[in-house]
Every structure is written in structure tokens, then in C-alpha cells.
């Protein structure tokens, strides 16, 4: 096997996430479930500068990898952040669209919490132990229905918008209405409609 990139803080705690098709490739996730190691080993010649990009990023910014893998929807991280969904993490300008997302107000307001204050308050929550599994789906399910995640939504669609010549696979929101059609009825659109909330029901 060709040794490649291997990154690793001096945190050992925390949870680890293995896949072995394709090669190896090893996640480390510390106790707040952001990754603080990365092993590649593959007998391939890969270029796996773009996965040195995943340090440092929560594992839900990572299309919930923790929850995928955990219910044994993930067998081939290689893969999994070469897919479409993951080029964005890649651009030179995606630290930006993480900084300004954290400073997020609630969509229509000019006061409130941030979307950084609003997630840890829901991490405090959720982490109480007093707190029953029903109670924390329940705060969850709020705040998916709250200001915040429409502000982010917009903001992210506008942020896709402007960096649309690096990022020529998304949908754009202009040309939304010429696949009408198509987003109801082709094979390429059809995704299955799972909830974060359902997707940890079936985990715990």
C-alpha cells in the first residue's frame, strides 16, 4: 500500500469511522464530533489534497457522516467525498460561507440570537442527560422548522448563485423553473425524503 496524508491532533477520545473499499480511509472525530485525524491508505495513486479540506469540519457539515455511517449507509469514504455534494467543500471560499453562516440572524429579524448561539444552546439540550430521547427529537424538530434554518437556506442558494461557474453541478435557483418537470418525475431528482429526525430514530 502507498502511505499518503495523515493528520492527527493530540486528542485520542472521541469516535472513530473506518471504511476499507477502495482502501483505507480512517475519520476521527473528537467528543464534539469534528474531525481531528484523517488516515488514506490506498493502493492506488490518488490526489487526496482535497480531503486534508475535511479537518476541522463538524461531521454534520459532512452530509451527517457520523449518522450515515453509523446506520450502515457508508461503506466507501473515498467515494463518498468525491460525490457531487462534497465539491464545495473544496473551494478556497468555503471558510467564508462557514464563518458567515455562524453569524446568521433568525430570517426577518434584526436582533436575536446568532445561528452559532442557536446551535449550542440546542447541543446544551440535547446533551442533558435528564433530557428523554422523545424531548431532544422534539427540540430538533423544532428548530428545523425555525427562522434560522430559513435564513441559512437562503443565504447558502445565494452563495451557490455567485460561485455558480465553480459549482456548475448545483441547481441553480434562476434556472429552477426550466426543470419544473423534471425535479417532480426524473430518475436524477427522485431522493428519498428522510428527515434528519427519522434517520436518528432509526440509528437509536
Known amino acids: 500500500m502507498t502511505p499518503h496524508y495523515y493528520v492527527q491532533s493530540q486528542q485520542f477520545t472521541g469516535y472513530v469511522l473506518e471504511t476499507f473499499k477502495g482502501g483505507y480511509f480512517k475519520l476521527h472525530l ?8 484523517i488516515t488514506c491508505l490506498s493502493p ?6 482535497n480531503f486534508k479540506n475535511l479537518y476541522g469540519l463538524s461531521a454534520t457539515v459532512l452530509n451527517n457522516v457520523h449518522l450515515r455511517y453509523t446506520a450502515k449507509k457508508l461503506d466507501d469514504f473515498y467515494s463518498f467525498f468525491r460525490s457531487n455534494w462534497a465539491l464545495y467543500l473544496y ?14 440572524l433568525p430570517k426577518g429579524q434584526k436582533n436575536g440570537n446568532t445561528l452559532n448561539d442557536a446551535l449550542r444552546s440546542i447541543a446544551q439540550n440535547l446533551y ?5 430521547f422523545n424531548t431532544k427529537l422534539r427540540i430538533r424538530s423544532k428548530f428545523e422548522q425555525s427562522p434560522h434554518v430559513s435564513a441559512i437556506t437562503d443565504y ?22 426550466e ?3 423534471d425535479l417532480g418525475s426524473h430518475p436524477a431528482f427522485v431522493k428519498k425524503k428522510k428527515s434528519l429526525i427519522k434517520m436518528l430514530q432509526r440509528i437509536l
Open 91 to 104: 473551494l478556497e471560499r468555503a471558510d467564508e460561507l462557514f464563518a458567515m453562516a455562524k453569524e446568521l
Open 30 to 37: 473528537n467528543n464534539d464530533q469534528v474531525v481531528d485525524g
Open 44 to 49: 492506488e495513486s490518488l490526489s487526496l489534497d
Open 156 to 177: 447558502v442558494m445565494e452563495w451557490i448563485s455567485d460561485n455558480d461557474v465553480l459549482l456548475p453541478i448545483y441547481l441553480q435557483q434562476a434556472h429552477k423553473n
Open 128 to 132: 442533558n442527560p435528564s433530557y428523554r
Open 179 to 181: 426543470c419544473t418537470h
